[in-house]
Nanobody, 121 residues
């Protein structure tokens, strides 16, 4: 059984910062790509940032220069440092990870439960 647990969301004023974490628990052989998504009310879920097992990163244009994705493979944890937050960053943020539970198994995608980020103007 694999679980992804997010933390770090909350309410912040525009221009402020938050740091989200996503920790993976359970029987895990390897974690490949890890991804942050977000979903605002009435909108589709969108990709925010992705990081490969080797640390290669990519960002949505809307967050480039403001957000930084990172991971600690030893801790099986991914982070999202969010600076210069804007009201339009308000959303539920979800983590996603591509995980193998043994060397024989295929990779399976897992989702976290989501954490609310609210940016007030």
């Amino acid at each position: 059984q694999v679980q992804l647990v997010e933390s770090g969301g909350g309410l912040v004023q525009a221009g402020g910062s938050l740091r989200l974490s996503c920790a993976a628990y359970g029987s895990i052989f390897s974690i490949n790509a890890m991804v942050w998504y977000r979903q605002a009310p009435g909108k589709e879920r969108e990709l925010v940032a992705v990081i490969s097992i080797g640390g290669t990163t990519n960002y949505a244009d809307s967050v480039k220069g403001r957000f930084t994705i990172s991971r600690d493979n030893a801790k099986k944890t991914m982070y999202l440092q969010m600076n210069s937050l804007k009201p339009e960053d308000t959303a539920v943020y979800y983590c996603f990870a591509d995980i193998k539970t043994s060397y024989r198994d295929s990779r399976v995608g897992y989702w976290g439960q989501g954490t609310q980020v609210t940016v007030s103007s």
